[in-house]
């Protein structure tokens, strides 16, 4: 039997903070490093390199998709999973990562609405320096992802105190915090993981899973 070789996860990490210094592109920093030390293939995405337009549907229908729209689209959507780490705004998540996701959900081919979302895998992280840590956008900012056909898994995390929060290499300092992190970054790993290999794993179990002489169902050795 030929060997099967599973493909690593593609997991972006959005900041919806391009302040310099932010807390929350430290957090999504520190995020990455977990993801790549699992085996992922990681993009840390900055949105300061694509200068969106305030969604406007006249602006859209007299020039169309902006060019850097159809590149974050097409940069996106060969991820197999988003880790997404936002200020709180009022409450809400940045109003930064609500435009860049409203022009996501544009341009899409007839009959594929939210094309660029569907089938990806996400969390959503918060830091502030504010005891609560952001965690106030957290359930908004899961709640737009899923509308738009994200499968958001239910472990977030909140850092608070975000001054104190990361030490000089941007890891967390707080060790509760940090195994936080990793166990959000591992469930997301591990998901986007099973999807992206999907048919090689049914393949697999087709291959040892073979009917039996009562209909019944014989199991490789050890099993």
């Known amino acids: 039997m030929s060997a099967i070789s599973l493909r690593k996860p593609a997991i972006a990490l959005i900041s919806g903070s391009i302040r310099d210094g932010s807390f929350n592109t430290k957090l999504a920093s520190a995020a990455e490093r977990i993801a790549s030390s699992l085996g992922a293939k990681t993009d840390l995405v900055d949105l300061s390199a694509y200068d969106l337009p305030v969604y406007n549907q006249d602006f859209e229908a007299n020039n169309g998709i902006p060019k850097a729209a159809a590149e974050l689209k097409t940069r996106l959507g060969e991820q197999d999973a988003w880790i997404v780490a936002s200020p709180e705004y009022n409450g809400f998540p940045t109003p930064l990562l609500v435009n860049t996701f409203t022009w996501l959900s544009r341009g899409d081919p007839q009959g594929q609405m939210y094309a660029t979302f569907s089938g990806k ?22 709640t737009l992802l899923a509308n738009c056909g994200t499968n958001v898994l239910a472990p977030s995390v909140a850092v608070g105190g975000a001054f104190k929060a990361f030490d000089d290499s941007g890891d967390l300092v707080d060790e509760r915090q940090k195994k936080m992190l990793e166990l959000a970054v591992e469930s997301v790993f591990l998901t986007a993981r099973d ?15 073979t009917p039996g002489e009562y209909g019944g169902v014989s199991l490789p050795e050890g099993s």
């Open 195 to 209: 999807v992206a290999n999907r048919e090689v794993t049914c393949t697999l179990i087709r291959q040892h899973l």
């Open 121 to 142: 895998t996400a969390i959503v992280l918060s830091s502030s320096p504010g005891a609560m840590g952001g965690m106030r956008s957290l359930n908004p900012l899961g």
